[in-house]
């Protein structure tokens, strides 16, 4: 029992992540809980271990609704099941034909295989949702919602049925799934039981009207609760219609949307499709973004780099703390966050604001963004969890997580060296500086040599000068005052040689004037005696 219900595959495993750590736990308590059910004199009704993930499949069904329910049928992120009733190779075709269930499934889809007791329960929990509970229409063999299609088929001994079989004609390696698999000693089954035996397959052959031998796989609707079952299978005619089940080849996480809108609006139409605005939790899903991106888009990116429809937002902002960008719903971004080229930015306009939302662009690369009016496409996520991280995600985010480790240290040595550089630059400078000061200074000092020698000099000289200068204003003096005792002098001469002539002038006009005077005492001494005579 153990072995049959708790091998799960992975691509489920990412799908119900939050609860598949507990599946080890329910399988082995459901032992327990069965043991003690088989010892007791009463047997009641066990607990429902599996209601948490029954509970996630019928919220996720309801919520992607929104999104189905006008395609005519009900899906999770990796299952859809679909109410038109078909034979088994047309329920086989269609799967395959389809890529839309109200959303994209751009891995393609085929009927379901079924590998785990989770995948079966599941898929019974699906055709029960899709007809309002597991309460059969009719008879269990009656009505045709009572079963659903799954994608296991018998391929070997189908041309008669062994002559010596009882009930049950059962030999693991005659069936397959339609994914591939042929069954094994080890591979999941649920085939009908009765007091615990198998009973189912039996390749009954058909009457009238049927198709040779019941030969295709089917899953029945209503499950017996004493024993905590999901659906049993049952083998029947290829051409009895049923509903069916799909599986999705790659359980649907990030879906991208080329319809340009604001952030504000994006986030508001993935939940009006029944799903949640994208996060991307790693560098792993980073690139499983990337390549949800490029199913997107039909045309090359454009040019411009940053073109609008090069961007796709997510739901991540710096809202509620400047700068710390988060998811929308406060959960913390826990990688490196392959930010482009020279952002995040933080970049602030009058008319715009603050770049505070987040957009990835088809390559990958993250940028900060106007939210309120930039309109651009943006991605959605089916179910709130994050993908499981298998080997290789886990390989590609420890060498991103390595790889950015090494450019941070790279970036921090170029930064010491660059901070080593700018502080002996800077050591330099100043002792350049130093010496530029000191030489500038000893230029002064030589400088004030010179010119207290100069003004030495000047003084000197001045000093020179006025006494040259006294010394010619004395002899210039002296020689004035020679000179003006030689005038002097001169004139005392010439006063004196002028008195002399004057006076020899005096004394000749004496002399004349006594002459004249003596001459005119002789005329008249003479006219006297003249005319005394």
Same mark, same amino acid.
Not at 31 to 52: D, F, M, R
Not at 94 to 116: D, N, Q, R, Y
Not at 144 to 155: D, F, Q
């Given at each position: 029992?153990?072995?049959?219900?708790?091998?799960?595959?992975?691509?489920?495993?990412?799908?119900?992540?939050?609860?598949?750590?507990? #599946?080890?736990?329910?399988?082995?308590?459901?032992? +327990?809980?069965?043991?003690?059910?088989?010892?007791?004199?009463?047997?009641?009704?066990?607990?429902?271990?599996?209601?948490?993930l029954?509970d996630?499949?019928?919220?996720?069904?309801?919520?992607?609704?929104?999104?189905?329910?006008e395609?005519?049928?009900?899906?999770?992120?990796?299952? $859809?099941?679909?109410?038109?009733?078909?034979?088994?190779?047309?329920?086989?075709?269609?799967?395959?034909?389809?890529?839309?269930?109200?959303?994209?499934?751009?891995?393609?889809?085929?009927?379901?295989?079924?590998?785990?007791?989770?995948?079966?329960?599941?898929?019974?929990?699906?055709?029960q949702?899709?007809?309002?509970?597991?309460?059969?229409?009719?008879?269990?063999y009656?009505? $045709?919602?009572?079963?659903?299609?799954?994608?296991?088929?018998?391929?070997?001994?189908?041309?008669?049925?062994?002559?010596?079989?009882?009930?049950?004609?059962w030999?693991?390696?005659?069936?397959e799934?339609v994914?591939? $698999?042929? +069954?094994?000693?080890?591979?999941?089954?649920?085939?009908?039981?009765?007091?615990?035996?198998?009973?189912?397959?039996?390749?009954?052959k058909?009457?009238?009207?049927?198709?040779?031998?019941?030969?295709?796989a089917?899953?029945?609707?209503?499950?017996?609760?004493?024993?905590?079952?999901?659906?049993?299978?049952?083998?029947?005619?290829?051409?009895?219609?049923?509903?069916?089940?799909?599986?999705?080849?790659?359980?649907?996480?990030?879906?991208?949307?080329?319809?340009?809108?604001?952030?504000?609006?994006?986030?508001?139409?993935?939940?009006?499709?029944?799903?949640?605005?994208?996060?991307?939790?790693?560098?792993a899903?980073?690139e499983?973004?990337v390549?949800?991106?490029?199913?997107a888009?039909?045309?090359?990116?454009?040019?411009?780099?940053?073109?609008?429809?090069?961007?796709?937002?997510?739901?991540?902002?710096?809202?509620?703390?400047?700068?710390? #960008?988060?998811?929308?719903?406060?959960?913390?971004?826990?990688f490196?966050?392959?930010?482009?080229?020279?952002?995040?930015?933080?970049?602030?306009?009058?008319?715009?604001?603050?770049?505070?939302?987040?957009?990835?662009?088809?390559?990958?690369?993250?940028?900060?963004?106007?939210?309120?009016?930039?309109?651009?496409?943006?991605?959605?996520?089916?179910?709130?969890?994050?993908?499981?991280?298998?080997?290789?995600?886990?390989?590609?985010?420890?060498?991103?997580?390595?790889?950015?480790?090494?450019?941070?240290?790279?970036?921090?040595?170029?930064?010491?060296?660059?901070?080593?550089?700018?502080?002996?630059r800077?050591?330099?400078?100043?002792?350049?500086?130093?010496?530029?000061?000191?030489?500038?200074?000893?230029?002064?000092?030589?400088?004030?040599?010179?010119?207290?020698?100069?003004?030495?000099?000047?003084k000197?000289?001045?000093?020179?000068?006025v006494?040259?200068?006294?010394?010619k204003?004395?002899?210039?003096?002296?020689?004035?005052?020679?000179?003006?005792?030689?005038?002097k002098?001169?004139?005392?001469?010439?006063?004196?040689?002028?008195?002399?002539?004057?006076?020899?002038?005096?004394?000749?006009?004496?002399?004349?004037?006594?002459?004249?005077a $003596?001459?005119?005492?002789?005329?008249?001494?003479?006219?006297?005696?003249?005319k005394?005579?």
């Amino acid at each position: 029992w153990y072995q049959r219900r708790v091998r799960v595959s992975s691509g489920i495993n990412a799908e119900y992540g939050e609860h598949t750590d507990m #599946f080890s736990i329910v399988a082995v308590c459901a032992v +327990l809980l069965l043991g003690s059910l088989t010892h007791g004199e009463e047997q009641t009704a066990p607990i429902n271990l599996w209601a948490p993930l029954e509970d996630k499949v019928v919220e996720e069904m309801a919520r992607l609704d929104k999104s189905t329910a006008e395609h005519g049928c009900h899906a999770t992120c990796a299952f $859809s099941v679909h109410t038109d009733l078909s034979d088994y190779e047309t329920a086989k075709a269609k799967c395959e034909a389809k890529s839309f269930v109200g959303f994209p499934t751009h891995g393609g889809m085929k009927l379901a295989s079924i590998h785990s007791e989770l995948e079966n329960r599941i898929a019974t929990l699906m055709l029960q949702y899709a007809y309002g509970g597991d309460e059969l229409e009719g008879s269990r063999y009656e009505g $045709s919602s009572n079963w659903a299609w799954i994608g296991l088929e018998k391929v070997n001994h189908t041309e008669s049925r062994p002559a010596d079989a009882g009930k049950l004609v059962w030999e693991e390696e005659d069936w397959e799934w339609v994914d591939g $698999s042929r +069954l094994n000693e080890n591979s999941y089954t649920n085939w009908m039981d009765k007091n615990d035996v198998q009973i189912q397959p039996d390749m009954w052959k058909g009457e009238e009207g049927d198709e040779g031998f019941q030969l295709a796989a089917r899953l029945f609707r209503k499950t017996r609760e004493m024993k905590d079952e999901s659906g049993v299978w049952d083998d029947t005619f290829k051409n009895t219609l049923h509903p069916y089940i799909c599986k999705f080849n790659v359980p649907v996480h990030y879906i991208v949307y080329p319809d340009l809108l604001n952030w504000y609006e994006a986030k508001q139409s993935c939940e009006d499709k029944g799903f949640y605005f994208a996060k991307i939790r790693n560098k792993a899903e980073n690139e499983k973004f990337v390549a949800a991106a490029q199913l997107a888009f039909k045309e090359d990116r454009h040019d411009p780099k940053f073109h609008h429809e090069n961007w796709i937002w997510i739901g991540a902002t710096d809202l509620n703390e400047w700068n710390e #960008f988060r998811f929308y719903d406060g959960e913390e971004i826990g990688f490196t966050i392959p930010w482009a080229r020279k952002q995040h930015d933080n970049k602030t306009t009058k008319e715009q604001g603050s770049q505070d939302h987040v957009a990835v662009s088809r390559w990958g690369t993250w940028d900060d963004s106007f939210g309120n009016d930039w309109k651009r496409p943006y991605a959605c996520q089916c179910n709130p969890n994050g993908m499981e991280v298998d080997e290789e995600m886990e390989r590609i985010n420890r060498e991103w997580e390595n790889e950015e480790e090494r450019k941070k240290q790279i970036k921090e040595r170029n930064k010491a060296e660059k901070e080593r550089k700018k502080e002996e630059r800077k050591r330099n400078k100043a002792e350049r500086e130093a010496k530029k000061a000191e030489k500038a200074a000893e230029k002064e000092r030589k400088k004030a040599e010179k010119a207290a020698k100069k003004a030495e000099n000047e003084k000197k000289k001045a000093e020179k000068a006025v006494e040259k200068a006294a010394k010619k204003e004395k002899k210039k003096a002296e020689k004035a005052a020679k000179k003006a005792e030689n005038e002097k002098k001169k004139a005392e001469k010439a006063a004196e040689k002028a008195a002399a002539k004057e006076k020899k002038k005096a004394e000749r006009e004496a002399k004349k004037a006594e002459k004249a005077a $003596s001459k005119e005492a002789k005329k008249a001494a003479k006219k006297a005696d003249k005319k005394a005579s």
